[in-house]
């Protein structure tokens, strides 16, 4: 990859948020008060998103730059003033893909879930407290990407049984399912249902990476060493 990544401003109706969002690398999105903000604070995780595109075998496309290219701005929704996570659709997340390209991004997504069971597998069951003395453990975090995971699953006609993510062999079901569901609705020409698949793989990648760094941010591995 060239030393610049394409980026999408999706800008909140009342201003208070911008999220940035590259398309190229589904789940390499951050949320700030301004554009400028939100451009920065993307860059700012390259680094973190890297063993994700590792995982995938595109680290060498994936390469260190220091250039944004903003190729669309698009109106968010309330959400996206009030959590500063995207909640509205593209024009690129609803351009036709080939099939290839959808492998493409659908390898990332696959990497975002392995580079999350890696993050659960080794960080502590209890996580750091926010300043007021509340916060989720690792095991309620994991149940809450997972369960919100099985609701858009639904969109694709995967009804994954409540619960059967939390097993290995339900959750590799679960996962296959959910890939090979979108490759036959992309086939069909098929949204999901009122999602376009591509953002139904970045909001998926980014839904999943989100709160793999954020286990990383709360790890008390370090401090009870």
Not at 7 to 15: A, F, R, S, Y
Not at 147 to 158: C, F, L, S, Y
Not at 211 to 219: L, Q
């Amino acid at each position: 990859m060239a030393a610049e990544i394409r980026v999408m401003l999706e800008i909140g109706p009342h201003g208070k948020k911008v999220v940035a969002v590259a398309p190229d690398w589904p789940g390499l999105e951050r949320g700030a008060k301004t554009e400028e903000a939100a451009v920065e604070r993307l860059h700012s995780y390259r680094p973190r998103y890297a063993p994700v595109a590792r995982l995938a075998g595109m680290d060498a496309a994936f390469a260190t730059g220091s250039t944004v290219d903003v190729v669309e701005r698009y109106p968010g929704t309330g959400s996206t003033d009030f959590w500063g996570i995207s909640f509205a659709f593209s024009d690129i997340d609803r351009q036709d893909v080939s099939s290839d390209a959808l492998e493409r991004e659908l390898a990332l997504m696959r990497a975002c879930w392995a580079f999350f069971d890696d993050v659960r597998s080794r960080v502590s069951v209890e996580m750091r407290k926010g300043p007021r003395g509340g916060g989720r453990h690792r095991d309620q975090i994991v149940r809450h990407t997972f369960g919100t995971e099985r609701d858009w699953a639904k969109k694709i006609g995967v009804l994954t049984p409540e619960g059967a993510m939390l097993t290995d062999e339900g959750l590799h079901a679960h996962r296959d399912a959910y890939r090979d569901a979108i490759r036959t609705f992309h086939s069909q020409g098929k949204a999901a249902r009122t999602w376009p698949l591509r953002y139904l793989i970045r909001h998926t990648a980014y839904h999943t990476l989100d709160h793999a760094w954020e286990m990383e941010d709360k790890d008390l591995t370090a401090s009870s060493a």
